[in-house]
């Protein structure tokens, strides 16, 4: 399985929202509660969203290449839930934006998995020091969603449930053994990050006896659209209100609903006018 370079992180052309400037992202990132933080040398922007605090379900973002925390935070405009957002800033410049992975491609496969393994390693430890024991949910766009795979691959009691987007772990990143349930989103048309490598991915994940599913979206590409969105948002919620009703340290088990899915989705849970 071979995985290309990923392209900056893109926006669906048929929401108004994502024609934007990226002024509009800012000014719903400063809006409610929200604050820098800097863990393990890695930038968060924190909203506190529902009226949470710091045990609040704590769920962590993280932006493909070339984006940035606060156009990551248009993702969540329409979550409703209680819960801490942290967006995670990648600690490379690319573009306008940022990448975890700087200057790399795939013809090297010896030098991209040394590059992935130290993202992954750096994250993860931000991660840690900012959860303050609490387990994680965890999505991301693009790089952002190969992260989030290889985090429910490597952490399996720390992460509660991961939502990649866009994304597929590369090869020598799935799971060993256990891994987090994981719910994955993908445009079936996707030409950055083909949908079969994705599909793979959620396979080996099966494999391993994990709760893993991924929703296709026919005719997208690689971003991210208003119907993809509420899809995201209502698993989202489900999983974060379950954190909170049932609030367990890291190294507790994962929780899951009936064949894998994030309990207690219900459709029509998340508005449809979200845009990153």
């Known amino acids: 399985m071979a995985i290309t370079a990923c392209k900056t992180e893109a926006l669906s052309s048929t929401s108004a929202s994502a024609q934007a400037p990226s002024a509009s992202a800012s000014a719903y990132a400063s809006s409610g509660t929200t604050r820098d933080e800097i863990h393990g040398g890695i930038r968060f922007l924190v909203l506190f969203r529902g009226g949470a605090d710091e045990d609040s379900p704590l769920v962590v973002g993280i932006h493909g290449r070339g984006g940035s925390p606060a156009r990551f935070s248009r993702v969540f405009q329409a979550f409703s839930g209680r819960a ?41 430890q931000a991660i840690v020091d900012l959860a303050h024991g609490r387990r994680v949910i965890v999505t991301g766009f693009s790089q952002g969603g190969m992260l989030s795979y290889v985090l429910a691959a490597r952490h399996p009691r720390e992460i509660a449930y991961a939502f990649p987007i866009a994304g ?22 996707d030409p950055v990050i083909d949908v079969a490598l994705a599909r793979a991915t959620v396979a080996a994940f099966q494999e391993r006896g994990v709760p893993a599913e991924l929703h296709e979206f026919p005719g997208v590409g690689h971003t991210m659209t208003p119907d993809l969105l509420e899809d995201l948002l209502a698993h989202l919620r489900a999983v974060v209100e379950a954190e909170g009703a049932h609030s367990a340290p890291m190294g507790s088990p994962a929780r899951e609903g009936r064949n894998g899915r994030a309990p207690g989705v219900r459709k029509g849970d998340a508005a449809s006018e979200s845009q990153r």
Do not use: C
Request: no cysteine; aromatic share 12%; hydrophobic share 50%.
């Open 84 to 124: 801490e957002i942290a967006l995670a800033q990648a600690p490379s410049k690319a573009e306008d934006g940022w990448s975890w992975l700087p200057g790399w491609d795939s013809r090297n496969g010896a030098e991209f998995a040394a590059a992935f393994d130290a993202a992954e390693k750096q994250l993860w």
């Open 168 to 189: 597929a772990a590369p090869p020598g990143f799935l799971p060993h053994d256990h891994a987090a349930p994981v719910y994955a989103l993908h445009g079936a048309s």
